[in-house]
């Protein structure tokens, strides 16, 4: 049994002034609208609506924040989070490609999603979803360069392989490394970004991304209690309260 199966709904917030204060490690999960990220965080956590995937503007277009520790797979998610015992936080952010979407909105969710993932401090890996059979749509380079200057990993998971063939997925695999390994520090390093095929459908690839996110986020390691201010339990009881799930 992962320990991501623990995940459950934290806060959801709409401006970066609202940001949880836990000093904990946060993995965010970033991609196009129809990729796949939703039901990848569902698979991975082993649950079926802890995200919502939708095709119109709703709270998926918030940052949706998810617990991992603090709460038993058995437990009733309407049971209180012991917040010092969350070890890390699963950040759904906004999917990003929305046609539909007014203008205000798309600028909106730019500056949230770039701010973000630029300098959010407790931010310790990117997962980037994209669909394998269209890896690099030009949001997807964009949001890479927004967040390859801070140096931290990214690991890209190449969604619905089950709809490629064997030639087909080794070939968009190596595309995908060769593209990662394209960016790199002043000093020609290349960052720390890594790839794998992925098919909630299949089954594919799920011990490998559940394994790394486990490893970005430090949760394969030993647990220390974490030392949070008491208005923090506080809001997370009133925001598990009003969960619209």
Request: proline share 5%.
């Amino acid at each position: 049994m992962s320990i991501l199966w623990q995940a459950r709904f934290f806060t959801t917030v709409n401006h970066l002034r609202d940001l949880p204060t836990l000093q904990v490690p946060e993995i965010a999960f970033a991609g196009r609208s129809n990729a796949g990220k939703s039901t990848a965080i569902n698979i991975l956590c082993n649950q079926k609506k802890l995200c919502f995937a939708s095709k119109t503007p709703g709270r998926t277009q918030h940052i949706n924040y998810f617990s991992i520790g603090g709460a038993h797979v058995a437990q009733h998610r309407k049971d209180a989070t012991i917040v010092e015992e969350i070890r890390a936080l699963l950040v759904d952010l906004p999917g990003y490609g929305y046609a539909e979407v007014p203008g205000a909105a798309k600028n909106h969710w730019n500056q949230l999603l770039g701010n973000y993932v630029q300098k959010r401090d407790q931010l310790s890996a990117l997962i980037l979803i994209m669909d394998s059979r269209r890896p690099f749509t030009d949001l997807d380079r964009q949001m890479l360069e927004w967040y390859a200057p801070t140096g931290r990993p990214v690991h890209c998971l190449l969604t619905k392989a089950d709809k490629l063939n064997r030639n087909e997925a080794t070939n968009a695999l190596r595309l995908t490394n060769t593209v990662l390994a394209s960016y790199t520090d002043e000093n020609g390093v290349p960052f720390p970004f890594t790839a794998q095929l992925f098919s909630s459908l299949k089954r594919i690839g799920i011990e490998e991304a559940d394994a790394k996110i486990q490893q970005l986020t430090g949760l394969d390691l030993p647990f220390t209690k974490n030392i949070v201010e008491s208005d923090e339990a506080e809001a997370s009881s009133a925001n598990q309260e009003n969960d619209p799930a």
